[in-house]
T-cell receptor, first 111, second 117 residues
Protein backbone atom coordinates (compact mmCIF):
# COMPACT_ATOMS: atom_id res chain seq x y z
CA UNK A 1 0.00 0.00 0.00
CA UNK A 2 0.93 3.65 -0.04
CA UNK A 3 3.55 4.60 2.48
CA UNK A 4 5.09 7.85 3.58
CA UNK A 5 8.48 8.26 5.18
CA UNK A 6 9.58 11.23 7.19
CA UNK A 7 13.05 12.33 8.17
CA UNK A 8 14.41 12.96 10.60
CA UNK A 9 12.42 10.95 13.10
CA UNK A 10 13.23 13.46 15.83
CA UNK A 11 15.10 16.73 16.20
CA UNK A 12 16.54 18.66 19.11
CA UNK A 13 17.42 22.22 18.22
CA UNK A 14 18.29 25.49 19.89
CA UNK A 15 15.75 28.25 19.97
CA UNK A 16 16.30 30.56 17.02
CA UNK A 17 17.62 27.88 14.69
CA UNK A 18 16.00 26.98 11.42
CA UNK A 19 14.44 23.56 10.96
CA UNK A 20 14.06 21.42 7.88
CA UNK A 21 12.17 18.16 7.64
CA UNK A 22 11.39 15.95 4.69
CA UNK A 23 8.68 13.59 3.54
CA UNK A 24 8.93 11.03 0.76
CA UNK A 25 6.45 8.66 -0.77
CA UNK A 26 6.63 5.44 -2.73
CA UNK A 27 3.81 6.67 -4.95
CA UNK A 28 2.50 9.91 -6.36
CA UNK A 29 0.25 12.23 -4.38
CA UNK A 30 -1.63 15.16 -5.86
CA UNK A 31 -2.09 16.91 -2.53
CA UNK A 32 0.47 17.26 0.23
CA UNK A 33 -0.47 18.40 3.71
CA UNK A 34 1.59 19.29 6.75
CA UNK A 35 0.08 19.00 10.24
CA UNK A 36 1.32 19.72 13.74
CA UNK A 37 0.14 17.71 16.72
CA UNK A 38 0.71 18.63 20.33
CA UNK A 39 0.37 16.10 23.15
CA UNK A 40 -3.19 15.00 23.81
CA UNK A 41 -4.63 16.98 20.94
CA UNK A 42 -5.74 16.42 17.38
CA UNK A 43 -3.54 17.47 14.45
CA UNK A 44 -3.78 21.01 13.16
CA UNK A 45 -3.30 21.79 9.48
CA UNK A 46 -0.29 24.05 8.85
CA UNK A 47 0.08 24.12 5.09
CA UNK A 48 -1.68 22.50 2.13
CA UNK A 49 0.00 22.07 -1.26
CA UNK A 50 -1.94 21.30 -4.42
CA UNK A 51 0.47 21.71 -7.34
CA UNK A 52 3.82 20.12 -8.13
CA UNK A 53 6.59 22.62 -7.52
CA UNK A 54 4.36 24.81 -5.37
CA UNK A 55 6.08 26.71 -2.59
CA UNK A 56 3.80 28.01 0.14
CA UNK A 57 4.47 29.95 3.32
CA UNK A 58 2.51 30.38 6.51
CA UNK A 59 4.33 32.77 8.80
CA UNK A 60 7.67 31.21 9.69
CA UNK A 61 6.72 27.97 7.95
CA UNK A 62 7.48 27.19 4.33
CA UNK A 63 6.60 24.01 2.51
CA UNK A 64 7.18 22.78 -1.01
CA UNK A 65 5.45 20.20 -3.16
CA UNK A 66 8.15 18.20 -4.93
CA UNK A 67 8.27 18.19 -8.72
CA UNK A 68 8.14 14.39 -8.83
CA UNK A 69 4.97 14.49 -6.67
CA UNK A 70 6.66 11.97 -4.40
CA UNK A 71 8.14 14.31 -1.84
CA UNK A 72 7.66 17.46 0.16
CA UNK A 73 9.62 19.43 2.71
CA UNK A 74 8.73 21.75 5.56
CA UNK A 75 11.01 24.48 6.86
CA UNK A 76 10.56 26.40 10.07
CA UNK A 77 12.62 29.55 10.45
CA UNK A 78 13.79 31.06 13.74
CA UNK A 79 12.29 28.34 15.91
CA UNK A 80 10.63 29.20 19.20
CA UNK A 81 9.66 26.98 22.15
CA UNK A 82 6.00 26.77 21.07
CA UNK A 83 7.11 25.04 17.86
CA UNK A 84 7.55 21.89 19.93
CA UNK A 85 5.36 19.04 18.75
CA UNK A 86 5.08 16.29 16.21
CA UNK A 87 4.93 17.31 12.58
CA UNK A 88 3.14 14.98 10.23
CA UNK A 89 3.18 15.08 6.48
CA UNK A 90 0.16 13.63 4.75
CA UNK A 91 -0.84 12.97 1.19
CA UNK A 92 -3.91 12.48 -0.92
CA UNK A 93 -4.08 10.95 -4.37
CA UNK A 94 -7.15 12.97 -5.27
CA UNK A 95 -9.18 15.73 -3.61
CA UNK A 96 -11.77 13.29 -2.33
CA UNK A 97 -9.40 10.52 -1.36
CA UNK A 98 -8.44 9.54 2.16
CA UNK A 99 -5.49 11.25 3.79
CA UNK A 100 -2.43 9.06 4.36
CA UNK A 101 -0.23 10.16 7.26
CA UNK A 102 3.52 9.84 7.58
CA UNK A 103 5.11 8.58 10.80
CA UNK A 104 5.90 12.07 12.04
CA UNK A 105 8.93 14.14 13.04
CA UNK A 106 9.20 15.02 16.70
CA UNK A 107 10.61 18.51 17.26
CA UNK A 108 12.08 19.67 20.54
CA UNK A 109 13.27 23.26 20.96
CA UNK A 110 15.80 24.04 23.66
CA UNK A 111 15.36 27.57 25.05
CA UNK B 1 -11.83 28.30 11.06
CA UNK B 2 -14.09 25.27 11.13
CA UNK B 3 -14.45 23.57 14.49
CA UNK B 4 -14.84 19.90 15.20
CA UNK B 5 -15.56 18.64 18.69
CA UNK B 6 -15.37 15.21 20.25
CA UNK B 7 -17.07 13.84 23.31
CA UNK B 8 -15.94 12.56 25.66
CA UNK B 9 -12.36 13.81 25.73
CA UNK B 10 -11.31 10.79 27.72
CA UNK B 11 -13.01 7.66 28.95
CA UNK B 12 -12.07 4.73 31.13
CA UNK B 13 -14.10 1.58 30.91
CA UNK B 14 -14.02 -2.02 31.97
CA UNK B 15 -13.15 -4.77 29.56
CA UNK B 16 -16.22 -6.10 27.77
CA UNK B 17 -18.22 -2.90 27.84
CA UNK B 18 -19.09 -0.70 24.88
CA UNK B 19 -18.03 2.90 24.50
CA UNK B 20 -19.56 5.54 22.24
CA UNK B 21 -17.55 8.50 20.98
CA UNK B 22 -19.22 11.45 19.31
CA UNK B 23 -17.77 13.70 16.63
CA UNK B 24 -19.54 16.92 15.79
CA UNK B 25 -18.87 19.63 13.24
CA UNK B 26 -19.91 22.78 15.06
CA UNK B 27 -20.11 25.42 12.36
CA UNK B 28 -20.35 23.55 9.10
CA UNK B 29 -22.04 20.57 7.56
CA UNK B 30 -19.82 17.58 6.99
CA UNK B 31 -20.79 15.21 4.24
CA UNK B 32 -17.83 13.01 5.09
CA UNK B 33 -16.25 12.20 8.43
CA UNK B 34 -13.20 10.09 9.11
CA UNK B 35 -12.18 8.09 12.15
CA UNK B 36 -8.54 7.56 13.02
CA UNK B 37 -6.76 5.66 15.75
CA UNK B 38 -3.40 6.66 17.14
CA UNK B 39 -1.31 4.48 19.44
CA UNK B 40 1.40 6.08 21.60
CA UNK B 41 4.30 7.49 19.62
CA UNK B 42 2.73 6.38 16.36
CA UNK B 43 1.03 8.07 13.48
CA UNK B 44 -2.67 8.39 12.77
CA UNK B 45 -4.14 5.33 11.12
CA UNK B 46 -7.39 5.69 9.24
CA UNK B 47 -10.03 3.27 10.50
CA UNK B 48 -13.04 4.18 8.42
CA UNK B 49 -14.72 6.78 6.27
CA UNK B 50 -18.34 7.63 6.88
CA UNK B 51 -20.68 9.48 4.58
CA UNK B 52 -23.90 10.93 5.87
CA UNK B 53 -26.78 8.57 5.35
CA UNK B 54 -24.77 5.64 4.09
CA UNK B 55 -22.69 2.81 5.45
CA UNK B 56 -19.14 3.47 6.50
CA UNK B 57 -16.19 2.22 4.49
CA UNK B 58 -13.68 0.43 6.68
CA UNK B 59 -9.96 0.14 6.09
CA UNK B 60 -8.40 -3.26 5.73
CA UNK B 61 -7.98 -4.99 9.06
CA UNK B 62 -10.57 -2.90 10.89
CA UNK B 63 -13.49 -4.97 12.19
CA UNK B 64 -16.73 -3.28 11.22
CA UNK B 65 -18.71 -5.25 13.78
CA UNK B 66 -16.42 -4.11 16.55
CA UNK B 67 -16.15 -0.48 15.56
CA UNK B 68 -19.68 0.63 14.74
CA UNK B 69 -19.96 3.94 12.92
CA UNK B 70 -23.12 5.95 12.50
CA UNK B 71 -23.26 9.18 10.51
CA UNK B 72 -26.89 10.04 11.02
CA UNK B 73 -26.70 13.75 10.31
CA UNK B 74 -24.47 16.23 8.55
CA UNK B 75 -23.01 17.38 11.83
CA UNK B 76 -22.68 14.19 13.86
CA UNK B 77 -20.87 10.91 13.51
CA UNK B 78 -20.48 8.35 16.28
CA UNK B 79 -17.96 5.57 16.80
CA UNK B 80 -18.95 2.77 19.15
CA UNK B 81 -16.24 0.42 20.34
CA UNK B 82 -18.13 -2.73 21.20
CA UNK B 83 -16.91 -5.23 23.78
CA UNK B 84 -13.81 -3.18 24.36
CA UNK B 85 -10.58 -4.89 25.39
CA UNK B 86 -7.32 -3.45 26.75
CA UNK B 87 -5.75 -3.57 23.28
CA UNK B 88 -8.44 -1.13 22.12
CA UNK B 89 -6.96 1.48 24.42
CA UNK B 90 -5.87 4.28 22.12
CA UNK B 91 -6.37 7.88 21.05
CA UNK B 92 -9.35 8.10 18.69
CA UNK B 93 -9.49 11.15 16.45
CA UNK B 94 -12.19 12.15 14.01
CA UNK B 95 -12.05 14.60 11.15
CA UNK B 96 -14.78 16.21 9.11
CA UNK B 97 -14.83 17.47 5.56
CA UNK B 98 -17.27 20.18 4.51
CA UNK B 99 -19.65 19.52 1.68
CA UNK B 100 -18.75 22.74 -0.07
CA UNK B 101 -15.72 24.92 -0.59
CA UNK B 102 -12.24 23.49 -0.48
CA UNK B 103 -12.87 19.78 -0.80
CA UNK B 104 -9.39 18.83 0.29
CA UNK B 105 -9.63 20.32 3.74
CA UNK B 106 -10.32 18.05 6.67
CA UNK B 107 -10.76 19.55 10.11
CA UNK B 108 -9.67 17.39 12.99
CA UNK B 109 -11.27 17.00 16.37
CA UNK B 110 -9.28 17.15 19.62
CA UNK B 111 -9.35 13.39 20.06
CA UNK B 112 -10.75 10.99 22.65
CA UNK B 113 -8.45 9.04 24.92
CA UNK B 114 -9.84 5.56 25.61
CA UNK B 115 -8.44 3.39 28.37
CA UNK B 116 -9.86 -0.10 28.75
CA UNK B 117 -9.05 -1.80 32.03
Amino acid sequence: GQQLNQSPQSMFIQEGEDVSMNCTSSSIFNTWLWYKQEPGEGPVLLIALYKAGELTSNGRLTAQFGITRKDSFLNISASIPSDVGIYFCAGQRTSYDKVIFGPGTSLSVIP
Amino acid sequence: GAVVSQHPSRVICKSGTSVKIECRSLDFQATTMFWYRQFPKQSLMLMATSNEGSKATYEQGVEKDKFLINHASLTLSTLTVTSAHPEDSSFYICSARPGTGNQETQYFGPGTRLLVL
